[in-house]
T-cell receptor, first 115, second 113 residues
Framework: NAGVTQTPKFRVLKTGQSMTLLCAQDMNHEYMYWYRQDPGMGLRLIHYSVGEGTTAKGEVPDGYNVSRLKKQNFLLGLESAAPSQTSVYFC??????????????FGAGSRLTVL | EDQVTQSPEALRLQEGESSSLNCSYTVSGLRGLFWYRQDPGKGPEFLFTLYSAGEEKEKERLKATLTKKESFLHITAPKPEDSATYLCAVQARGGGSNYKLTFGKGTLLTVNP
């Protein structure tokens, strides 16, 4: 099993360009998430999905859009990149165990630099 | 709003020198408290889930404990390979928080040989 796979691993953009980060999971998990990680800020939730065809806003959604057309894929889009979006992006998927707690499995991350 | 505060921000130990990391939390009803380990350039890796005050879980040199306001990650006789950033997260009960985890900023642990 590959787990959670993110592509690309690295990307450099110019201000105003657009791009899409792809996340794929092979664990048949219902829930998927996009986090960003910045020095001194920790992991912050951008958007999440509780099932195919559904998405919801997290803590820092502005400037990002997401889509979950297939259960195994969760796409994060930047329509007009800004330097403030320079970050490491982590995708995660999860299942709910009997207690109702969600155990997240993370991908390896995508490092994005916006010049 | 759920909040997680981890201390210290960084901790440097000698090999074999036991210590503890702290995670203080505020949540409107705890569904679960999670500990993750993150190595440089990698994604967080799940370690433990704790559900209620008084609960303890162990894995090799790590033991996690939980009270109503905080969790500790005890590291006994650490080795250099235990060097990593340790993240704490909480999941609240009910409503829109049912699926989301709120993370602390982490503690960077360095174990010197």
């Amino acid at each position: 099993n590959a787990g959670v796979t993110q592509t690309p691993k690295f990307r450099v953009l110019k201000t105003g360009q657009s791009m899409t980060l792809l996340c794929a999971q092979d664990m048949n998990h219902e829930y998927m998430y996009w986090y960003r990680q910045d020095p001194g800020m920790g992991l912050r939730l951008i958007h999440y999905s509780v099932g195919e065809g559904t998405t919801a806003k997290g803590e820092v959604p502005d400037g990002y859009n997401v889509s979950r057309l297939k259960k195994q894929n969760f796409l994060l889009g930047l329509e007009s990149a800004a330097p403030s979006q320079t970050s490491v992006y982590f995708c995660a998927s999860s299942y709910m165990i009997s207690s109702g707690a969600n155990v997240l499995t993370f991908g390896a991350g995508s490092r994005l630099t916006v010049l | 709003e759920d909040q997680v505060t981890q201390s210290p921000e960084a901790l440097r130990l000698q090999e074999g020198e036991s210590s503890s990391l702290n995670c203080s939390y505020t949540v409107s009803g705890l569904r679960g408290l999670f500990w993750y380990r993150q190595d440089p350039g990698k994604g967080p890796e799940f370690l433990f889930t704790l559900y209620s005050a008084g609960e303890e879980k162990e894995k090799e040199r790590l033991k996690a404990t939980l009270t109503k306001k905080e969790s500790f990650l005890h590291i006994t006789a650490p080795k250099p390979e235990d060097s990593a950033t340790y993240l704490c997260a909480v999941q609240a009960r009910g409503g829109g928080s049912n699926y989301k985890l709120t993370f602390g900023k982490g503690t960077l642990l360095t174990v010197n040989p």
